[in-house]
């Protein structure tokens, strides 16, 4: 009975997820408290060619935005797929958590998760080669993420040692 | 607790029934509080719990007794909160107890007769005594038969006092809050009127209902065994000034019978099936709209599903939501993702049926509300792009044949202007058929006009040069404005000394060089306002300065409607530009030609509501600061006689004291400039109607043109949104704006406003 009033206040999608930033400066403590206030969002999926007017306009429909930052590949400085979208209130935030992770934006299912706020140099892609990590080990073609993954594009499957 | 089929519901409710009867001895008010908790938020499920409490009634007779002592008491406290829709669910979960022998049906009668008594009361606000009229009748669906059956001639009186009362109720609210103007093919109801006809149809049918669910049937012979207890006379709590009763509503109505082309059939528009399963659906919103996957999945396993075209009925009530006037019930974007996840749940049956309704909302487009029709656009293009804006646009080609000015082809060219935001210009190019060029929205580039060598003759083109050169080099301000003393004034013959006055060649050469520059995205645009913030500041000093400068800012990006409003946001929020500035340049002659399009309102309503919230934020500080002075207060009572302490804490106390007589001058100030911001709005709406209303009165032509209907909804649509706001101001609106002098079509738009509230 408990838990079905529990499940009467159920807001699942507005939880912090399990991700937690590998180069935060402070204790895990710090950060789960940084995530449950905060007003920004991390989004990923995103097409290498979205703009920041698109991400402007789809995450309008959960509040009034307050800033954008488009995420670059470290290297080349241009757009690597991710961005942080930065709310002025944290209910707005939480709309776009519950509304629009899971939806698309330029055809492609994007996903948001909280963030502990954004820092100069957290808009740079953390992958060896430039980009985001994930698109250094993916296995699968992607137009619109640079097409095969880094590591796949050195190492095209005919040429894998690894293969039989 | 699933409820997948009657009998396993029936066993789970024996089976609790059980275990919480053990437990009461050691958990009963634990039990209670989530007994009555369950009553208030789980309407959906209200008989199966009724069902439960009758069950342990049967066995604990004085836990019964308890309960709907309890839930009296969470009664008094909701209506004390204005929670007047949870207490709604209260009183229908007590009157479902009847069913379930836990409350005698006198009593219960007894306690709808002093509901109905409100409406003897004098000199109260007409949704009061609606709501409790009401409550009374929207339980007689569940109840209605038993009351009948023990007290029908105080039923009856009880019906005839309703029906007596929803005579001289007055209704000149009711065309504010229509969705269509139109009563084909379904009237727009008010809602008392249409739980009345539908009640009036249940009476008629000697209170045989078939839809709801009743556990607690199957229970009777139990259930008949127990005593039964007795409401405590309850009187309706009286009028308080601060009260807020529910907002009147009209019942959305897109299908009925005809529309579902196979499959069990709608129920009318005034049988209390009807009633029930858009109640039931409502209420499931309602309680899980955080979260989508479990609403769209409950509302796909409502109880009954298969005697009804259960489909219709979710997209009508999530349309009736979404369209809902003043505002919906959630946050719009919900309703688009719910629909989403909804079609992800049933993809070979949903689609077809939004798609119907799509379709109908485009043929009926002329009489729609335009508040609505704007929520239709958002909603379409916002859906589109999550199916790769897949659509048969051939359909609407009969949009082309008309002025364009017309709701059918002014929608489709919004909707593919909303898209283009959420894509791309080519994109749009490519998903519509060649013929609908003409609603396709223009590429949205810059307009530079010192683009290049054929502007060489216009009298900024070499400033424009220099200061452009300037900016990239990272000149400072100051070399900037030397730059721009250069710039002749076309207001005066000499230039002004200080090269301090009003200049607007001066403002549209740098803005226009600036902003060029930063054309690039967003990001660019607002690092060039925020760098050069302060000639930006001395530029746009006085009204004119400001109004000039949105005048440019429109000028370089008309093309891209986005741009201006992010770029008016901005400015707003930095201060270059006033609110007042912002609504002043709306209503100009210079954008009138662009009145009617959507992000014009949705720049004055993000307007008007920054303003709103600039209010709240120093109202917010402003109480802050007298709690804390409060506190401190209390702090030196409570601190003794320590003469240290003592000074220090009147030294807190004096500039606690300063601090809130500042705050107090900014709270007045920014209430000042809100007033003032929907006094310009108003008397901008009435020249401008009036202009129209005498023009045609003149030339004998009809009013009712595509530009007035958005005109005057527009000018209702400013009521409706920011209603709590205005509310503060009416006074002087009545005194100084809507007077009896008024064309009666502009009045009539204000007392519809002021009956929503009495």
Known sequence: ?164 | MSLQSTSSLESNLEGLAGVLEADLPNYKNKILRILCAVARLLPEKLTVYTTLVGLLNARNYNFGGEFVEAMIRQLKETLKNNLYNEAVYLVRFLSDLVNCHVIAAPSMVAMFENFVSVTQEEDVPQVRSDWFVYVVLSCLPWVGKELYEKKDVEMDRLLSQIEGYLKRRVKTHVPMLQVWTAEKPHPQEEYLDCLWAQIQKLKKDRWQERHILRPYIAFDSVLCEALQHNLPPFTPPGHMPDAQYPMPRVVFRMFDYTDAPEGPVMPGSHSVERFVIEENLHCIIKTHWRERKTCAAQLLSYPGKNKIPLNYHIVEVIFGELFQLPSPPHIDVMYTTLLIELCKLQPGSLPQVLAQATEMLYMRLDTMNTTCIDRLINWFSHHLSNFQFRWSWDDWSDCLTVDLEKPKPKFVKEVLEKSMRLSYHQRIVDIVPPTFSALIPAEPSFIFKYADESASSLPGYAVSITVGNAIKNRASNEEILTILKEVPNPNQEDDDDEGESFNPLKIDVFLQTLLHLAAKSFSHSFSALAKFHEILKTLTDSDEGKLHILKVVYEVWRNHPQMIAVLVDKMIRTQIVDCAAVANWLFSQDMAHEFTRLFIWEILHSTIRKMNKHVQKIQKELEEAKDKLEKQQHKRRDSGDDEDMDKNSEDEEGQLEEQIERLQEKVESAQSEQKNLFLVIFQRFIMLLTEHLVRCETGSVDISTPWYKNCIERLQQIFLMHHVTIQQYMGTLENLLFTAELDHHILAVYQQFCALQL
């Open chain 1, 1 to 164: 009975m408990s838990a079905k009033l529990n499940a009467l206040n159920s807001d699942s999608y507005i939880d912090v997820s399990q991700y937690r930033d590998q180069h935060f400066k402070g204790n895990r403590y710090e950060q789960e408290k940084l995530l449950k206030q905060s007003h920004t969002l991390y989004v990923g999926n995103l097409s290498f060619y979205t703009t920041e007017e698109q991400v402007h306009e789809l995450f309008s429909k959960s509040g009034d935005v307050k800033r954008i930052i488009i995420g670059l590949d470290k290297i080349k400085k241009t757009a690597c797929g991710f961005c942080f979208v930065e709310y002025y209130t944290r209910a707005d935030a939480e709309h776009a958590m519950r509304f629009i992770n899971g939806t698309r934006l330029d055809d492609r299912i994007i996903r948001t998760d909280w963030d502990a706020g954004f820092k100069e140099g957290r808009q740079y892609g953390r992958g060896k080669s430039g980009g985001q990590v994930r698109d250094e080990y993916r296995q699968d073609y992607d137009p619109a993420r640079g097409g095969y993954g880094k590591l796949a594009q050195q190492h095209p499957a005919g040429e894998s040692r690894n293969s039989f």
